[in-house]
């Protein structure tokens, strides 16, 4: 039985990636990926066949590496961050009942919640939401929803995709929903190129946040009514009495 | 200045771990840690001091990595999963104001979210909420409005530490809030030993769900509206349209 494998390249494609992502990019003969990201791996094993498609044709995409395991090659389909977070391996899974020869296996990577949490400091120690603000595939309505009832019941909350040219006001509106439980000095974060060349931060208050503009490369953290500010950098305390 | 670095082994500690990890576990030489994950990496890096602490000594242990490091030792912090997500990173930075001269580093790792999801499919595509069932750090009242809020917003939502020989019954109860707006029939998976010898999973709805045992070693994922077994796997759409 053929194998495609989903891999999660991590934040930045390089360090922050498994030793088990490593060893099976290793021995795979086919790397199947967005253009972005398959730029990223390239230098490290060229001798590979690369397929790649652009933004938006993620069908094609996990259709080629079906394609070419269903063919008898060792295949990779590479995501950045984690493939199993707003990455390609539930399509896999969707479009492989198509290939029943085909096995998936998906390896983890480092999701943008965990590493841009460890850029900030430690935002997620307690209990934490995962939104992704684009309304491409999911209603805005449902959107709405799952910012309210994540901040009603203090979460702290991580958002994926907080805006784009087409979106501009997405984060603003989404702090605007969150402010009608949360206080405007609730201690939040922004991560910019995670892993990458060019990364930034900063720790702002939820009021700063709701004026700041952001785009696709940046993730967001709003803490909950513990986090603070810790020689600058966004701590959530889980609770332990040390004093 | 000298440095302490918290670094997140994975679920397994050691294919699962990160090059980052690797590498800086390789510069340390102090390790420190709960005794069940140190013996997990001591073989791999024999020629180390190791300090541990039992569970719940966990100011102590900190202190100790910090200690260490104040005394100009190069010195990491290891915890399983993410040291981000109910880890030793948050406490670390509180301990740390106390250290004025120790810089803190957060090395992330795959946590059990990420982690089981691969195991299971690819369960958490859609916004997801994760909560700890365990109350010896936050009041259980806290922990019970969570679940409902993630439940009533349709968040596929990941349980950490759903039961333990002191709290058999706590699954059970946290099933009964989200079968409050939940369908019985939703696609539900527990995951054991992720990364580790004896892993095993298992994926049912969440009427059985409620009625099954677990422990501290398991993790336990309950789909949204979407979530769907593919093939013994639990897929989550993202909403791609393919057909």
Same mark, same amino acid.
């Given at each position: 039985m053929s194998k495609v494998y989903v891999i999660g390249l991590g934040p930045g494609?390089?360090?922050?990636?498994?030793?088990e992502a490593a060893k099976v990019l290793e021995k795979c003969q086919v790397i199947v990926g967005y253009t972005v990201y398959v730029d990223l791996i390239k230098s490290q094993y060229p001798e590979k066949l690369y397929l790649t498609t652009?933004?938006?044709?993620?069908?094609?995409?996990?259709?080629?590496a079906l394609d070419e395991a269903a063919a008898g090659k060792a295949v990779a389909m590479v995501c950045s961050g984690d493939a199993g977070v707003y990455g390609m391996a539930g399509l896999m899974y969707e479009l492989? !009942?198509?290939? /029943? &020869?085909?096995?998936? !296996?998906?390896? /983890? &990577?480092?999701?943008?919640?965990t590493g841009g949490a460890a850029v900030l400091g430690a935002p997620l120690m307690h209990d934490f939401a995962v939104i992704s603000l684009s309304d491409l595939l999911t209603p805005w309505a449902q959107?709405?929803?799952?910012?309210?009832?994540?901040?009603m019941a203090d979460f702290v909350i991580c958002l994926y995709n907080p805006s784009s040219k087409k979106r501009r006001d997405y984060l603003k509106k989404a702090c605007e929903y969150v402010l009608e439980y949360k206080s405007p000095d609730t201690?939040?974060?922004?991560?910019?190129?995670?892993?990458?060349?060019?990364?930034t931060h900063r720790v702002l208050t939820l009021e700063e946040l709701k004026d700041t503009e952001t785009d696709m490369f940046t993730t967001v953290f709003i803490g909950n009514e513990e986090t603070r500010q810790i020689g600058g950098k966004m701590v959530t305390p889980r609770g332990y009495q040390y004093v």
């Open positions: 494609a390089d360090r922050q990636m498994t030793l652009n933004m938006t044709q993620e069908v094609k995409r996990c259709r080629m492989g !009942e198509e290939y /029943p &020869g085909v096995m998936i !296996e998906v390896v /983890p &990577g480092i999701t943008s919640a959107i709405e929803k799952r910012l309210k009832a994540a901040a201690v939040c974060g922004i991560v910019r190129n995670i892993g990458r060349d060019g990364e």
